[in-house]
Structures are given as C-alpha cells and as structure tokens.
C-alpha cells in the first residue's frame, strides 16, 4: 500500500493554518483567553451575556488543551512525512490504515493500538 503523502500534506497544513489561525484570532480577543484556541465552535466577538462569557471560557480552556494538543501532533505528523515514518503505527510498526488516516491526518496508532489504548 502507497499512502499519497502529498495529500496526507496538504491536508495536515491546512489543519494547522486552522489551529493556529483559530488561536491568534483568540488571542486578539482579550488577556483573558490567552494563549486559548477556539476550534470552530463558532465563538465570536459579540459574547455581551457574562454567563454565557464565562461558559464559553470554560469551554474555551478545555480546548485550549486540545488546540495545543492537536497542533502539536499536527506538526509531529508533518515531521513524519518528512522522515518517513508517516502511516506507521508507533505501537506496532504497521501500517495504518489509509481510511483511517484519512479521517485522523496525524493518527500514531493503527486502529486496533488506539482501542487497545483507550481501554486503559
Ligand atoms: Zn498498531
């Protein structure tokens, strides 16, 4: 099996142009979410109701992680397909399935090490 790893590519930057864009457009916003990503909650810059601010924020800070996260796998995906390495399991060392890479760019596991991993 041949992964098309330009696509893989493509796909993986504009994953993080969206992370990072979704983080500076964040950080423009106020002191308060520094450093936060908002991924496409659809979060803008009208929140007057300081409820719903304060949810939003919580939710924010729990994306925060995950846009930090994400972005950081992003970019380990990316380094993979420069080393070669893109598509292999770090479990097992087989190859991932492409349907499955195609839904998660910058999986590490195949499906059977991330079920077997969730279980923990
Ligand atoms: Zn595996």
Redesign the pocket.
Known sequence: MTLDLDHFKRELEAERERLESARTAVDHEGSLLEESGDISIGQGDHLADSATETFMRELDEGLEENAENLLAEVEAALGRIEDGTYGI?A????P?AAERLEAVPYAT??I??KRAQERL
């Open positions: 399991c479990a097992c060392g087989k991932i596991l195949c059977d090490d």
